[in-house]
């Protein structure tokens, strides 16, 4: 891919509705800024019939479907402005796990051994991949990322989950 196609091929601004979001705690909202900084660091994404972007995304809860509204302006001054509604149900599962291995991480991080800590970290990236794989399947025909954009994209996610 050529420099100018990955440059079009990006989400240049992310929004996450503030009535959307959940309380979080200082873990998970640093957790959070961090996957923001990244994501708009180095993404790929790639909607579905659009000439290119890069793109506007504002992520937001409506009647417990996630909506990922992209707007984007093509190279030929084309705009793109879609909304893809998807169901949370398929994610309840593996977000629940997440958190629930995510607490226990933060837990063993102020007082267990290094050993406890790797091997909790290791369950939760592994959650955390079949997240972002999960992700990809349900974007499947309308938005293609790559893995770590899915993976930042599932963190947000998770934000906006516990309150729905």
């Known amino acids: 891919m050529s420099t100018a196609d990955s440059a079009r091929h990006k989400i ?3 929004e996450i509705d503030e009535d ?16 923001i900084f990244d994501l708009l660091d ?24 996630l909506a990922f509204d992209i707007v984007g302006q093509g190279p030929e001054g084309t705009r793109y402005a ?6 949370l149900s ?24 290094p050993q406890q800590i790797e091997a909790l970290d290791m369950g939760r990236r592994g959650l955390h ?10 974007l499947e ?3 293609k990322t ?3 954009t899915a993976r930042r994209l599932f963190t947000l996610i998770c934000a906006l989950h516990w309150r729905g």
């Open 20 to 35: 959307s979001l959940a309380a979080a705690s200082r873990d998970q909202e640093q957790e959070r800024q961090v996957a």
């Open 90 to 113: 398929p994610f309840r599962g593996v977000i629940k796990d997440y958190f629930m291995i995510c607490d226990s991480y933060y837990s063993a991080i102020r007082s267990s051994t």
């Open 146 to 148: 790559d893995l770590d």
């Open 42 to 65: 180095d993404n790929y994404f790639e909607p579905a019939e659009a000439s290119g972007g890069p793109y506007d995304i504002k992520l937001s809860l409506i009647e417990n479907r």
């Open 12 to 14: 240049k601004s992310i």
């Open 129 to 138: 991949n079949e997240g972002s794989n999960l992700l990809r399947e349900r």
């Open 141 to 143: 025909g309308k938005v």
């Open 82 to 87: 879609k909304r893809h509604l998807l169901s």
